[in-house]
């Protein structure tokens, strides 16, 4: 059987940014080893195999230029 998914990165760090409206959300720092884009559902497999959920809303470079 043919897996439904495949390996694209590596999270190298993350930080998180609280919201005003008392939410938080991260900015997280991925090596890429294939493709993401904008729109794409991912998940991130943390040790002890928990399985965090999220869509790509941004992409942008090492020095912060956006990738279209």
Not at 32 to 56: C, F, Q, T, W
């Amino acid at each position: 059987k043919v897996p439904d998914w495949e390996f694209c990165g590596q999270v190298l760090d993350k930080k998180a940014i609280k919201q005003k409206s008392n939410k938080t959300k991260y900015l997280i720092n991925i090596k890429v080893h294939n493709v993401l884009k904008v729109g794409d559902d991912i998940e991130i497999v943390a040790p002890g195999y928990d399985i965090i959920k999220m869509k790509v809303k941004k992409n942008r470079r090492g020095n912060g230029r956006r990738i279209e």
